[in-house]
């Protein structure tokens, strides 16, 4: 399965962003690691048809959805985690009744379009990655692989830039808590228009996600898998991740917009001018996009990244201001 483009982006500067929008860690601070199993198992094996069978059942909302009304006209915004868990993929019962009342869906990226991710597994500038590769940090990497029970022969993510290697472990060290990037909400609504017969819009490209992380150097480059990999080593950022997924299951929207004071992702000018780049410089572009698609005449599920909506920057916000009446639905307004 292609590397889903939603995990790849650098974040706290990175473990917000590993699952709202992002990439791995830059912190340093060490974290207790949870005790994992030898092995976690595998994607098919968790989704089981009891497991199915119970969701479908009772179905719950998750995540942050908007309904955005302008010339008579409803689409929706969902604000979205590039990780889930088995059960996540049976969408609740107002999350399902606006794909049903939708003409179109619109992602980031489309997942599921394997062409659309070819420029992932492109090996990258041979110079530069023998720079970046030391044997020290061939030798760090290759024990994150070992450790997640990622690493086997002709994985394509061993071929990946450096950067992309640390950024595809961070979705493997997450199944340790049961959370998958198979499971991923956009990867979910992307199967879903396929089967409703729905027209998918990517609101973006593989080659403009992979610009916004690019590395100027290889010094830059070193620096940032060196960062990751501290950050893998020392549990950060399997701790972080889980508690976001806590956070985006449970609509937690307070803490969502407060992510400055907890992410750990704006301590200094550099982290700052990442976060601006990933977020409120990309925001407009994606707002542009729905706009013109609900102008089109088409009811519109946009389901983007959920620290996308957020702040002054937010979709939220530009969306009210391109004339939208934008209603919370999930969780509720109070």
């Excluded at 069978?53 to 302008?70: C, S, T």
């Excluded at 959370?179 to 593989?206: H, M, N, Q």
């Excluded at 290889?218 to 956070?247: C, I, S, Y």
Aim: net charge neutral; proline share 7%.
């Amino acid at each position: 399965m292609p590397l889903p483009l939603s995990i790849l982006r650098t974040f706290a500067a990175r473990a917000v962003c590993a699952a709202f929008c992002g990439l791995a860690l830059a912190g340093t601070a060490a974290a207790a690691q949870p005790a994992a199993p030898a092995c976690p198992p595998t994607a098919e094996a968790r989704l089981t048809p009891q497991l199915l069978e119970q969701a479908r059942r009772r179905p719950v909302d998750r995540g942050y959805l908007w309904r955005i009304v302008k010339d008579g006209r409803t689409s929706w915004l969902y604000g979205t985690l590039h990780l889930g868990r088995a059960a996540w993929v049976v969408p609740g019962p107002r999350i399902a009744q606006a794909l049903r009342q939708s003409d179109a869906v619109a992602l980031e990226l489309d997942p599921l379009d394997t062409d659309a991710m070819q420029p992932l597994f492109a090996p990258g500038d041979p110079v530069r990655r023998a720079e970046v590769m030391t044997p020290a940090r061939v030798e760090r990497l290759n024990r994150q692989w070992a450790a997640a029970c990622a690493r086997e022969p002709g994985d394509p993510h061993l071929t990946l830039q450096p950067i992309l290697q640390t950024t595809a472990l961070a979705g493997y060290v997450a199944r340790a808590d049961g959370l998958y990037t198979d499971f991923a909400i956009d990867t979910v609504l992307a199967g879903y228009a396929r089967r409703a017969k729905l027209p998918l819009v990517a609101l973006e490209s593989v080659q403009a996600q992979l610009a916004l992380f690019t590395a100027d150097s290889a010094r830059e480059e070193a620096e940032q898998v060196d960062d990751a990999l501290a950050e893998l080593e020392n549990g950060k950022l399997r701790q972080r991740m889980l508690e976001l997924a806590d956070m985006w299951s449970r609509g937690d929207l307070p803490r969502l917009a407060d992510y400055e004071r907890w992410c750990e992702c704006m301590q200094t000018p550099a982290e700052r001018a990442m976060m601006k780049r990933l977020l409120d410089d990309r925001n407009p572009h994606l707002a542009d996009g729905i706009a013109v698609l609900h102008e089109r005449g088409q009811r519109v599920f946009a389901a983007v990244g959920a620290l996308h909506m957020v702040g002054p920057a937010g979709l939220v916000t530009l969306l009210t201001q391109r004339g939208f009446t934008v209603t919370r639905v999930v969780p509720p307004a109070r």
